[in-house]
């Protein structure tokens, strides 16, 4: 992202801050009639007859047309000369020039000739030396010499300031003052607001520009100009950007027009690629083709009333039948965009083709909860239409039929669940029902069939229409026709005698739930993966056993009873610490996930997959490759198995099975010493194939943001009990996603390639406990660490130079991120109607008459 400063603006001037003629703007005000234009239209002050529209009056000065022109028309205030504020901030996110900079425009330092910053109690003690700088001037000379280092190559920040400086942009002359009606217009000085009065205040100082050749004035006048433009630009990115400015709060993830919401029910029936929408949404969505099509069959003259018409069926919750066919016949198989919060990964938001229904609820096939997050306890949706044909595009591509797999570990995203699972493994227990079930996958199956096993055969085949026929015959062909419930009747109480023995008592419980498996009424919903576990049955008939506290340690005295027995006052006390503790967990942590994701987001951004296929480099990751998860992490990657470095014309292979890798000390070609500014397609791996994205940084960075915060939000639903596996301390969700933020949001030195290898492992470590995700996302994120730091890029060198820094994702990148907070939208297209006159069709004319 390219910031680009505007410096030769053509535009009139303000130069006049007071109001003297009452009930009238000044003619050189900010809010001037004669430079905005007038405020009633065609109306002047004089009331000239003779003036045509388009013309200038010739006695007020008045521009005889619209006063839409008040919404469109800038002007600028003449400031002489300054820094430019964005220039400026970047300047002073540098902690010791911010101090440097101070001095030298609050006057108690100065350049001397050798352009050494020498301090000084009054600055009119030198002022006689012509070869000392002040001021600005002084910043710019300072910051010239920087620049121009050989070293000044190696930063992001001083590259885009000697740019800028080359392109004589280093400063301003001009403040522009925007549109006097996009400001609020108070005719008391005492009324204005913020925007206002710096504009005024800025007048205020200009006009008393020092016209002597005083250093000390100078210096003053420069700084309260300099403090003024920080303040403005603080001001608009405020009111821009932030939670509360006008992105994020009014735009951002608000649903406005041609967007609904209701609750998600379930449908089976459905295909992967459908979604059906109740008519009443869609009756409000496609309203403009509605009154369009009414006003073509001539059964309304206006197009006013054909809308009336249309908004009065909605309001009354009855749309008649001619209405309902019309309605099915503009929506049917148009696309929409489904999201879900919270908006955690590119799954949470799916495109969708619509098939209408009665109603009032929006009806999901059950295989795309997983990827929604969603379940049908009353959650809802929201539902948005894409309007022009290029939005039409982009939601084609978001379909969920075209994105099977999950970017952070490349399993598939829309997996089969409870009775879907477990009707297929039904199925598959009698020798008919795989003779069916080898039929529909194209292979042999022998023996039953569980989730993982299900899972595993569909991740191969990676066909969509075999989704929904598996959901067809596991639903819809057994499950609906041999439903499945719970009754507390058919649990028998199996008894054990804890002794509070942790150990003895441990192995009692793992060996009395291993005896019951055979016998337990409803062993096929756990064995098939449809619902429950093991360890949730020896809860419920056996004995609830240890359960672990606040801080992760095992609580000493067991719970000897079951939930069948039902607890004593003590037992359920001490059963609660999970519940409790998990409920605090969500409360404490879930924003400084949120916040985790957001850094990780803004710290990534740049880091893009580029078109090159292979970048040459002979820097590789050497790993030993020990364990099952970290193998598999490691899936679609490029490696070496002796170092490229020292041994020429080593082969080079492609992980296809993890189990090639296990146990062997391999060389990882890596995006952290990758040579290509963008990383080569050799360097990424495989990965991008399922992607399908070239924005690789921000899929990294919502990889981890989403397994942290769905970490902490399902950290109480183990209800405390302890792991059998670990009975001294167990593990805590919350504890490890400070480990993580620490991880990241610090700067960390590192003298070799492999203390970089090592931080990578150490943070994949953490989330392996959690589930399966690529190595390739933690590297990248570190790759932006080293490639950012402003001393030793380490990615775009190739000695790769050390000892370097990890540099914490608070500091990178410095551009790219500038404006991240507002490009949620494209601010010039949201407000065009506010800046532009533009005599072309509105976009809901385009939509009326089908030219979108």
């Keep these: 992202m390219r910031i680009e400063l505007i410096d030769d603006l053509d535009l009139p001037l303000v130069t006049n801050p007071k109001y003297k003629e009452k009930n009238k703007f000044h003619p050189e005000g900010i809010f001037s009639e004669q430079i905005f234009g007038p405020v009633e239209s065609y109306k002047c002050w004089c009331d000239h007859v003779k003036v045509q529209p388009g013309e200038v009056c010739p006695d007020c000065g008045i521009k005889i047309t619209s006063n839409s022109a008040r919404r469109t028309t800038f002007a600028a205030i003449d400031i002489g000369r300054a820094i430019h504020p964005i220039i400026m901030e970047l300047l002073n996110s540098f902690v010791k020039f911010k101090t440097i900079s101070n001095q030298l425009l609050s006057g108690k330092a100065y350049l001397d000739p050798n352009d050494k910053i020498q301090i000084v109690e009054d600055v009119l003690s030198v002022a006689d030396d012509p070869n000392n700088k002040f001021g600005i001037d002084a910043i710019y000379q300072f910051v010239l010499n920087i620049v121009n280092q050989p070293a000044a190559a190696k930063s992001v920040v001083l590259t885009y300031l000697k740019e800028m400086i080359d392109a004589g942009k280093f400063f301003t002359s001009k403040v522009v003052v925007i549109p006097p009606d996009l400001r609020p217009a108070m005719l008391s000085l005492n009324s204005l607001d913020e925007l206002n009065k710096l504009y005024i205040a800025l007048l205020t100082y200009t006009s008393k520009a020092p016209t002597l050749q005083n250093p000390k004035v100078q210096i003053a006048y420069e700084s309260t100009i300099q403090k003024l433009l920080l303040e403005m630009n603080k001001f608009v990115f405020d009111k821009i950007g932030k939670k509360s400015g006008l992105l994020r709060n009014k735009l951002a993830g608000k649903r406005v027009d041609f967007s609904a919401r209701a609750v998600i029910t379930v449908e089976p029936t459905i295909p992967i690629t459908h979604v059906k929408v109740s008519r009443f949404i869609l009756a409000e969505l496609f309203k403009i083709e509605l009154a369009a099509e009414l006003k073509s069959q001539k059964k309304f003259v206006t197009f006013k009333s054909a809308m009336d018409y249309v908004t009065e069926n909605i309001e009354h919750e009855e749309l008649e039948e001619d209405l309902k066919k019309l309605v099915d016949k503009v929506s049917t198989n148009q696309l929409v965009i489904l999201n879900r919060q ?58 969920a039929s075209s994105n099977l797999f999950d970017p952070s570990d490349g399993s598939l995203h829309f997996i089969p669940k409870q009775d879907i699972t477990y009707g297929i493994y ?11 079930l080898s039929k529909v996958f194209g292979e042999e199956i022998i023996s039953e069939l569980p989730l993982k096993k299900l899972v595993s055969i569909l991740s191969k085949k990676a066909d969509y229409t075999l989704l929904d026929s598996v959901k067809e015959i596991g639903s819809l062909n057994y499950t609906a026709q041999n439903p499945t419930s719970l009754s507390l009747e058919d649990f028998e109480q199996t008894q054990v005698v804890l002794t509070g023995n942790r150990e003895e008592d441990s192995k009692l419980l793992s060996e009395t739930t291993e005896s019951i498996k055979q016998s337990f009424v409803y062993k096929d919903i756990i064995n098939s993966g449809a619902r429950g576990s093991w360890d949730q049955v020896k809860q419920m008939i056996v004995a609830r056993g240890y359960v672990s506290n606040f801080f992760g340690e095992i609580v000493p005295v067991p719970v000897k009873q079951s939930y069948l027995n039902g607890l004593s ?59 099952e998860k970290l193998a598999e992490s490691l899936k679609y990657r490029y490696y070496y198995l002796e170092d490229p470095l020292l041994v020429n014309d080593t ?15 391999i060389y990882l070609r890596s995006p952290i010493t990758c040579e290509n500014p963008k990383i080569c397609k050799k360097c990424y791996g495989g990965l991008a194939n399922i992607n399908k994205t070239k924005y690789i940084g921000v899929i990294a960075a919502q990889s981890l943001g989403e397994r942290s915060t769905q970490l902490v939000l399902r950290t109480f639903h183990t209800s405390g009990v302890a792991s059998s596996k670990d009975l001294k301390k167990q593990k805590d969700i919350a504890s490890d996603i400070e480990l ?12 070799s390639l492999k203390d970089v290898i090592d931080y990578t492992i150490d943070l994949f470590d953490i989330y392996k406990n959690y589930g399966n995700m690529h190595l390739v996302h933690f590297e990248v994120i570190q790759s932006q660490r080293l490639r950012n730091d402003t001393n030793k890029k380490l990615r775009l060198e190739k000695d790769m130079t050390f000892p370097a820094r990890l540099v914490t994702i608070r500091q990178i990148p410095v551009i790219e991120s500038w404006f991240l907070g507002i490009i949620f939208q494209d601010v010039r297209t949201v407000t065009r109607g506010l800046f532009t006159n533009s005599k072309s069709m509105s976009i809901l004319e385009k939509i009326a008459l089908g030219g979108i």
């Design 342 to 399: 919270p908006t955690l990964h590119k799954g949470s938001m799916l495109g969708f083709r619509i098939i209408p229904q009665d109603g009032y609820a929006i009806s999901i096939n059950p295989m795309i909860v997983e990827s929604l997050n969603a379940d049908f306890d009353g959650d809802q949706v929201a539902i948005y239409r894409p309007l022009k044909n290029q939005s039409k595009k982009e939601v084609e591509k978001m379909l």
């Design 426 to 436: 039904k199925i598959s227990q009698s020798e008919e029902g795989r003779k069916m």
């Design 569 to 627: 006052p003590e037992e359920f006390f001490i059963s609660a610490y999970g519940c409790r503790k998990g409920l605090l967990d969500v409360a404490e942590n879930t924003a400084q996930s949120g916040y985790l994701t957001r850094r990780l987001i803004y710290a990534t951004t740049s880091a893009i997959l580029g078109e090159e296929d292979d970048c040459g480099t002979k820097r590789t990751l050497k790993i030993d490759v020990d364990n």
């Design 651 to 665: 082969p080079m292979f492609y992980v296809e099975n993890p189990n090639e890798i296990m146990g062997k000390t």
């Design 740 to 751: 993580v933020a620490k991880n990241t949001d610090v700067t960390l030195k590192v003298s």
